[in-house]
Nanobody, 114 residues
Framework: QVQFVESGGGLVQPGGSLRLSCAAS????????MGWYRQAPGKQREMVAQ???????SYTDSVRGRFTISRDGAKNTVSLQMNSLNPEDTAVYYCNTIPPAQSWGQGTQVTVSS
């Protein structure tokens, strides 16, 4: 069974930066497409960034230019560098495959507040 372990969240002031990391296990071979999702209080989970094993990246409009996704395909790990954070980025962040596997990790909380 696939498992995801996210880390790196925390409390940061507006304009600050965080780097999230995720390790996937229980998958044989290289995952073609991995990404980061987030769920803010009272909102549906949304995908914010994705990257293929060929290095193709895409972002949702609200984070483009501020977030950068990277991954080590051989290790099935994925990271998310988040810069210029604002309060609207406050959410629990999850990594998963795209489309998502049935199981989700615990996520990592990101809180942007002064």
């Amino acid at each position: 069974q696939v498992q995801f372990v996210e880390s790196g969240g925390g409390l940061v002031q507006p304009g600050g930066s965080l780097r999230l990391s995720c390790a996937a296990s229980g998958i044989s071979g290289t995952i073609y497409r991995m990404g980061w999702y987030r769920q803010a209080p009272g909102k549906q989970r949304e995908m914010v960034a994705q990257m293929t094993s060929l290095g193709i990246r895409s972002y949702t409009d609200s984070v483009r230019g501020r977030f950068t996704i990277s991954r080590d395909g051989a290790k099935n790990t994925v990271s998310l560098q988040m810069n210029s954070l604002n309060p609207e980025d406050t959410a629990v962040y999850y990594c998963n495959t795209i489309p998502p596997a049935q199981s989700w990790g615990q996520g990592t909380q990101v809180t942007v507040s002064s």
